[in-house]
C-alpha cells in the first residue's frame, strides 16, 4: 500500500504537469510524435538550425537561475530515508512553477511558489503513517532585467500559507518574511546564494515558525546541456535551535520531446547536520517543463 500510494503520487503530478505542457503547444493540442534527444542542433552552413541551438543553450543556461525570465513547472520527487527509531521514508513532491512578470522595460517580477505533496512514513513504530498536501510558500522577486554589475539579483516577500490537508505535514501557520537571490553566470558555471526567512504571525498551529534557509549553489553546463551541480538547502529552526544541513549532488539533461523542451534530473544528498531523528540521506528526481516565449 505504501508503494502504491508513492507510485499514485509521482504519476498524477507527472501525469498532469505533461497534460498541461501539451496543451500549451503551438497548435493547441496534443504531440502526436515523439523524438526524445538531447536539445542541440547546428549547422556548418548556419541559418535556423544554428539559431535554434543558440536558443537551446540559452535555455540550458536560464534553467540553472532560479529566478530566470523563463515560464517552467518543476516537479521535484525526494526520498528521505532513515527516519526516526522506525527508521522510515518520507516523500515529498514538490510542484514548484516559477512565472515571469515583466513590470517595464527595466524591472521583473519572478513568482515561486512550492506545493508539497507528501507522503510520510510514521517515524516510531506502530505510528500513523500520513498522506497529502504540505503547506505551500510563494516568494515575489523583484530586480533589475540588466542584473547589476554582472550579477543577478532579486528581492521581495516570501509567504507561508498553511495549505497541509494533515496536522502531521505542516505548521497550522500563516507566515511571511524577506527573500533575495544573487548569482552570476559565465563559460557555463552558475555560482549564486538563495537566502529567506520566515516568521508566523497567525494560525492555529501548536508551534511559532521562525526558519531560515540559506542555499548557495554552484552548477557547470555543457556544450550539450548537461549540468552537474551541487548546493546545500540549510534551514535553521530557531525556535528549535537546530540545523538541518542536506548536502545536495546532481546531474540533469535538456531534452526535447516533441516540441516540448524538458530538462530531467537527478541527484543524492547526504545530511550533515540534522534534529534528533531526522533523515540520513536521501534521492532526487526532477522533471521540468520549459515555456519559453
Known sequence: MKTKAIAMTLGCCLGAAA???????????????????????????????????????????????????????????????????????????????????????????ITRTILPVIYAESPVTGGRDAWGLGDTMQSFFFGPKAGVGGWTV????????????????????????????????????????????????????????????LQPFISYTTKTHTTFGVNTESTYDWEAREWTVPLNVSVSQLLKIGKLLVSFGIGARYYADKPSGGPDWGLRFTITFLFPK
Open 19 to 109: 497534460a498541461t505542457a501539451q496543451n500549451l503547444g503551438e497548435d493547441g493540442g496534443y504531440c502526436r510524435s515523439l523524438s526524445l534527444a538531447p536539445a542541440d542542433s547546428s549547422s556548418a552552413g548556419g541559418g535556423a538550425p544554428a539559431d535554434e541551438a543558440a536558443q537551446t543553450a540559452e535555455l540550458a543556461r536560464k534553467l540553472q537561475n532560479p529566478v530566470a525570465n523563463l515560464i517552467s513547472v518543476p516537479i521535484q520527487n525526494n526520498w528521505d530515508f532513515g527516519i526516526g527509531p522506525a527508521d522510515a521514508m518520507r516523500y515529498t513532491a514538490n510542484v514548484q512553477p516559477v512565472i515571469p512578470v515583466s513590470l517595464s522595460e527595466d524591472w521583473l517580477l
Open 154 to 213: 532579486a528581492a521581495g516577500p516570501v509567504l507561508l500559507y498553511p495549505s497541509a490537508s494533515d496536522p502531521a505535514l505542516g505548521s497550522g501557520k500563516w507566515g511571511a518574511g524577506p527573500t533575495a537571490v544573487v548569482l552570476r553566470q559565465q563559460r557555463g558555471w552558475t555560482v549564486g546564494l538563495l537566502a529567506n526567512h520566515v516568521w508566523s504571525y497567525a494560525g492555529w498551529g501548536n508551534n511559532d515558525v521562525s526558519t531560515t534557509l
